[in-house]
């Protein structure tokens, strides 16, 4: 692929990057440590009980490593690899994997997030911040995506 080609199609992708990279300006932090991660699913987890949902958790530190996952019984076992890319895309593109569901679902240049290696289009990733920093991510998968989100900005808002 000539260079010219190859800039023309990362160029429009770079200004959607731009325009969404405005809604999570925190730096990056010391990783998540296993405790905080732990604490981190624990309300997630409970939101998940609560609502008779079945979920997989997976908290990851800021270069998308697994720190932390856990499955609740009768979690279809799609999840486990759907919950880890999630916290994966949270931490690495330092916004909420909800931010590409709704670029995608705009259609148009929204479409471009296709082309991003490791960008999760579905709600249900989000990074964890703590004194103003990214940590790491969570990921929950196992229901409808508005629910996965739901227990994934549970156990965010655990770590604030």
């Not at 009980?49 to 079945?54: P, S, T, V, Y």
């Not at 709600?123 to 920093?133: A, F, I, N």
Request: aromatic share 4%; glycine share 12%; proline share 5%.
């Amino acid at each position: 692929m000539s260079p010219h080609v190859l800039k023309s199609l990362l160029l429009p992708t770079l200004c959607v990057l731009s325009a969404v990279s405005q809604m999570m300006p925190n730096p990056y932090g010391l990783p998540v440590s296993l405790d905080n991660a732990k604490k981190a699913a624990a309300p997630a987890l409970a939101e998940a009980r609560k609502n008779n949902w079945q979920m997989a958790v997976a908290i990851v530190d800021t270069g998308g490593n697994l720190v932390y996952y856990e499955k609740m019984d009768n979690t279809q076992l799609g999840s486990i690899n759907v919950s880890i890319g999630k916290a994966r895309s949270a931490a690495l593109f330092k916004r909420s994997t909800k931010t590409f569901q709704d670029g995608l679902a705009a259609g148009g240049a929204g479409l471009r997030i296709l082309g991003l290696e490791g960008a999760v289009p579905v709600e249900g990733g989000v990074p964890l911040v703590m004194d103003g920093k990214i940590v790491g991510a969570i990921g929950v998968s196992g229901d409808t995506s508005d629910h996965d989100g739901q227990c994934a900005r549970a156990g965010a808002e655990a770590l604030k």
